[in-house]
């Protein structure tokens, strides 16, 4: 326990908590806003030539797949963290953890991906590229923090 409590990883999961935190906050506002203002098709309507499932008002192709991957990465680091939280209280065993961590930094590479796309595409708002920033700096410290647990 005295290594766990010593090492850098209980700042880095307080650090990617409050972050993961933000994006699942930046996430739900982006897709409260593609449901309410997305596009609506009335019962004499017909499907435009290159509809997309995923489509969002605000932003560039790429905005709804990595809106919906941040979201799932968010809630996978929030998930991480707390079981972090869980055993730094409870036991030393740390393997739990550690491939908690993985899958979330995982997770996280693969938002960071779309949020790449993003930025190539143009287009978006200030939420937006926060919300791009958030995930590519959480893409650096979940990595810090999973190094972490395994050392």
């Given at each position: 326990m005295a290594n766990y409590m010593g090492s850098t990883a209980p700042i880095f999961?307080?650090?990617?908590?409050?972050?993961?935190?933000?994006?699942?906050g930046l996430?739900?506002?982006?897709?409260?806003?593609?449901?309410?203002?997305?596009?609506?098709?009335?019962?004499?309507?017909?499907?435009?030539?290159h509809f997309s499932p995923i489509y969002f008002p605000m932003g560039n192709e790429a905005t709804g797949f990595f809106v919906i991957f941040a979201l799932i990465a968010g809630v996978a680091g929030?998930?991480?963290?707390?079981?972090?939280?869980?055993?730094m209280r409870s036991s030393d065993n740390r393997t739990g953890v550690a491939s908690d961590?993985?899958?979330?930094?995982?997770?996280?590479?693969?938002a960071m991906g779309f949020a790449c796309k993003e930025f190539d595409l143009e287009g978006r708002?200030?939420?937006?590229?926060?919300?791009?920033?958030?995930?590519v700096i959480l893409s650096v410290t979940q990595f810090i923090y999973t190094v972490a647990l395994h050392q």
């Open positions: 999961m307080i650090l990617n908590f409050s972050m993961y935190a933000t994006l699942l996430g739900t506002w982006a897709m409260n806003r593609a449901i309410d203002d997305g596009f609506i098709i009335g019962p004499t309507l017909e499907l435009p030539a929030v998930a991480s963290t707390i079981s972090g939280f869980d055993i961590a993985i899958i979330a930094w995982a997770l996280t590479m693969l708002n200030a939420k937006l590229r926060t919300m791009e920033a958030f995930t």
